[in-house]
């Protein structure tokens, strides 16, 4: 019995997209179904016009090859859940913290409680918010209900490179897209997390039928 994983993220400028990315092969790599999803853009274009790489990002986006934007019906679907986003201010951006406050419904129902829950995100500077961001976005799985899986010390490229357990990061100076480490820390969560929802899944399963 495959695990649904939604992927849902937020990305100006593709960085976490990249990450997004990854996280979703490493998941199918474990068995699981997924979603790659985007929240919408909420920054007013004059804004996003003073970055040009947000403004190529933001278009290809909503272009006809752009990421599927989320839906509700999404996390529904969903056993896992991965929230990614950049780091703003030590906190996730407000676009993607404008869906996450739309799930209100779902929480109610008792719905969100059934979810695993993991999150990654990327920041300009090494010491600019990416453990708070992680731990920001947890926040909601708490008041959700749902179980956290982070990333850990998972594998050597954890351990010996990355050294984050929280979750997939990327320090982006100069813009600089992430490189095949992060990418791989990425996948490497993706693969534990497809491992992890897949048993919970299995568990609920068995659990209901017994």
Same mark, same amino acid.
């Given at each position: $019995?495959?695990?649904?994983?939604?992927?849902?993220?937020?990305?100006?400028?593709?960085?976490?997209?990249?990450?997004?990315?990854? *996280? #979703?092969?490493?998941?199918?790599?474990?068995?699981?179904?997924?979603?790659?999803?985007?929240?919408?853009?909420?920054?007013?274009? /004059?804004?996003?016009?003073?970055?040009?790489? !947000?403004?190529?990002?933001?278009?290809?986006?909503?272009?006809?090859?752009?990421?599927?934007?989320?839906?509700?019906?999404?996390?529904?679907? #969903?056993?896992?859940? &991965?929230?990614?986003?950049?780091?703003?201010?030590?906190?996730?951006?407000?676009?993607?913290?404008?869906?996450?406050?739309?799930?209100?419904?779902?929480?109610?129902?008792?719905? $969100?409680?059934?979810?695993?829950?993991?999150?990654?995100?990327?920041?300009?500077?090494? /010491?600019?918010?990416?453990?708070?961001?992680?731990? #920001?976005? *947890?926040?909601?799985?708490?008041? !959700?209900?749902?179980?956290? $899986?982070?990333?850990?010390?998972?594998?050597?490229?954890?351990?010996?490179?990355?050294?984050?357990?929280?979750? #997939?990061?990327?320090?982006?100076?100069?813009?600089?897209?992430?490189?095949? $480490? &992060?990418?791989?820390?990425?996948?490497?969560?993706?693969?534990?997390?497809?491992?992890?929802?897949?048993?919970?899944?299995?568990?609920?399963?068995?659990?209901?039928?017994?």
């Amino acid at each position: $019995m495959y695990p649904n994983i939604a992927v849902v993220h937020y990305s100006a400028t593709g960085n976490t997209l990249k990450l997004a990315t990854a *996280l #979703a092969e490493g998941a199918r790599e474990g068995g699981a179904a997924v979603r790659l999803l985007r929240v919408p853009e909420l920054a007013p274009r /004059h804004a996003i016009e003073k970055n040009p790489t !947000w403004v190529r990002h933001l278009d290809k986006e909503e272009s006809e090859r752009g990421t599927p934007l989320a839906q509700l019906d999404d996390l529904v679907w #969903a056993d896992g859940i &991965a929230l990614g986003s950049p780091a703003r201010f030590g906190g996730p951006t407000a676009q993607l913290k404008n869906f996450l406050d739309s799930t209100g419904g779902l929480w109610a129902k008792g719905e $969100m409680s059934k979810k695993a829950v993991t999150a990654f995100t990327s920041a300009s500077t090494s /010491h600019g918010g990416l453990e708070s961001t992680i731990l #920001a976005l *947890l926040n909601v799985a708490y008041h !959700w209900g749902a179980l956290i $899986m982070p990333l850990g010390y998972a594998d050597d490229t954890i351990r010996k490179h990355t050294g984050n357990p929280y979750g #997939a990061t990327w320090v982006s100076r100069g813009g600089s897209a992430p490189d095949d $480490m &992060a990418l791989s820390a990425a996948r490497t969560q993706g693969r534990r997390f497809a491992t992890i929802v897949g048993a919970l899944k299995r568990g609920m399963v068995n659990s209901s039928g017994s």
